[in-house]
């Protein structure tokens, strides 16, 4: 190999190095600035809406996930903040959402909460990141664990072909209780605040 063509392929692995080096350093200081302004720039939700404490909200989830799973992402997201609020909150699965507890392939436990969005939460509810959910399910027992009754509106069931199913509870949800649309209807009635997703 010439010194000539030994100096261009120094000059372009230093040049691609450099690049490169740059676009990486650039990215981790945003990351890092990102982290810094996560935790410093949410106060709690009970001090940014306090006239939530005690209202009565329902959320009306009948969005699916293979639908669009930003609804869900959110509609969650605002669940959480609702009950750090002070809110009552019950929270209603129907339509399109009732396949995310009963789908095979697409559900809340197969969907996983992205780990840039539980920094964001984690600082916005104050909360240790460790406490975060990995997915929707573990998401939705968070919720519940932290006070949001939950409902499935397992009449939509009969739609799909598994009209046995309408009574009983949602396999591996064992918090969720089974409502017809008499009940959703009464839940609907009974709210403050309805927020769909």
């Known amino acids: ?14 040049g691609a190095g450099g690049y490169f080096g740059y676009r990486f350093a650039s990215k981790l200081m945003t990351w890092r600035h990102l982290d810094r302004t996560y935790q410093e720039q949410f106060k ?61 392939w697409h559900n809340l436990e197969s969907t996983g909460v992205p780990l ?38 397992t009449a939509m069931l009969i739609v799909t072909g598994d009209a046995e199913q309408v009574q009983a509870k949602v396999a591996g949800y064992d918090f969720v209780e089974p409502v017809t649309y008499t009940r959703v209807a009464e839940l609907l009635m009974q709210a403050d605040l309805v927020i769909v997703y």
Not at 1 to 14: D, F, N, P, T, Y
Not at 55 to 64: A, N
Not at 122 to 141: D, F, R
């Open 1 to 14: 190999m010439s010194v000539k063509r030994a100096v261009i392929v120094i000059l372009i692995v230093v």
């Open 44 to 104: 709690p939700p009970a001090e940014i809406a306090p006239e939530l404490k005690g209202k009565t909200i329902v959320f009306h989830m009948k969005t699916g996930l293979d639908q669009d799973d930003s609804q869900i992402c959110v509609g969650f997201n605002v669940i959480l903040a609702s009950l750090e609020a002070g809110a009552k909150v019950t929270v209603v699965f129907d339509a399109g959402a009732l396949l995310d507890l009963t789908g095979k």
């Open 116 to 153: 840039r969005l539980k920094k964001v939460i984690a600082a916005q509810m104050n909360l240790p990141l460790e406490q975060m959910p990995n997915n929707y399910k573990e998401y939705l027992e968070l919720l519940n664990q932290r006070g949001a009754r939950a409902f499935a509106n």
